[in-house]
Nanobody, 127 residues
Framework: QVQLVESGGGLVQAGGSLRLSCAAS????????MGWFRQAPGKEREFVAG????????NYADSVKGRCTISRDNDKNTVYLQMNSLKPEDTAVYYC????????????????????WGQGTQVTVST
């Protein structure tokens, strides 16, 4: 399985931006769909964004659509989440996840779709 390490979280004021990174190692990143999920205190982990291994397809949760962009660099084994116009309700631990697949367009939006997970990075948005 691929190992995933997130970075880039932090404290930011509402309206600000952050770029999260997720570095993969030890697996087949270039043939894995990737996803970002988040979990706020007392809430279920929820899907944020996903990208196919070919980058030909992306999915976003309605709550972040238009504010976030997921991208990947298969040469660097890294997936990114650019978050703009951040809101206090975006405060959560953000997790990177990988899904091994042969399909160049498959993404997935459910936790059960993804087999490898990182440890998470905290994002806090202040008012």
């Amino acid at each position: 399985q691929v190992q995933l390490v997130e970075s880039g979280g932090g404290l930011v004021q509402a309206g600000g931006s952050l770029r999260l990174s997720c570095a993969a190692s030890g697996g087949t990143f270039s043939s894995s769909a990737m996803g970002w999920f988040r979990q706020a205190p007392g809430k279920e982990r929820e899907f944020v964004a996903g990208i196919s291994w070919s980058s030909s397809r992306t999915n976003y949760a309605d709550s972040v659509k238009g504010r976030c962009t997921i991208s990947r660099d298969n040469d660097k084994n890294t997936v990114y989440l650019q978050m703009n116009s951040l809101k206090p309700e975006d405060t959560a631990v953000y997790y990177c996840a990988a899904r091994r697949t042969y399909s160049p367009t498959l993404v997935g939006t459910r936790r059960a779709d993804f087999g490898s997970w990182g440890q998470g990075t905290q994002v806090t948005v202040s008012t």
